[in-house]
């Protein structure tokens, strides 16, 4: 567990003009994102987890739970270098020439090392935050039944230490002309 802020990359970004060096950003965008995706080395192949997670700024931490068993909770116990990354799209921006065009975006990479937690009390904890992010209208023992010993002994929750992060972001003004939505195709494969 870390007590100070962690090292702002931003300034290694090679489009400057993205990179964003402000922290409290950066926790900001964190503590409102619901998805991320984890990046860690299998044996020497990248292994990349998609997860629910949640940012305690406090402690400077990344917090996401799992299955008690698997290769997530193996990749973790035999190597814990991580990073992980958030994304926000916003709107596609188009020019005159396809080399031209440009996504609005904000994205923050974190570096650390993750460690399963192993005390049940710090388990409850997290999982208690987990629920107060995704399901604040709700209340423990009011409108569920709340997180029992038994959920919290088959649950494994990870710990990313965050070391360092970079953030970068791609934002225009709403009149910018032509800008638009990104719609998907009804041409999808079924």
Request: hydrophobic share 35%.
């Amino acid at each position: 567990m870390t007590s100070e802020t962690p090292t702002n990359a931003s300034d290694e970004i090679r489009y400057a003009p993205r990179a964003v060096a402000d922290d409290e950003w950066i926790r900001a965008f964190l503590a409102r994102q619901p998805t991320g995706v984890f990046g860690f080395v299998d044996e020497g192949s990248p292994y990349l987890v998609s997860q629910l997670f949640v940012y305690d700024e406090a402690e400077h931490a990344v917090f996401f739970h799992g299955a008690n068993t698997g290769r997530t909770r193996n990749v973790v116990e035999r190597d814990g270098e991580a990073c992980f990354t958030v994304t926000e799209m916003g709107r596609l921006l188009p020019a005159e020439k396809p080399v031209n065009f440009d996504v609005e975006y904000s994205s923050v990479v974190v570096f650390g090392r993750t460690r399963r937690l192993a005390d049940p009390n710090e388990k409850h904890r997290v999982l208690e935050q987990v629920m107060a992010k995704f399901a604040p209208q709700m209340e423990s023992d009011r409108d569920y039944e709340p997180i029992s010993d038994a959920s919290v002994d088959r649950t494994s929750v990870y710990r990313l230490d965050v070391d360092r992060w970079s953030a970068k972001r791609n934002w225009e003004d709403a009149d910018f002309s032509g800008a638009y939505d990104y719609e998907p195709s009804d041409d999808r494969p079924d």
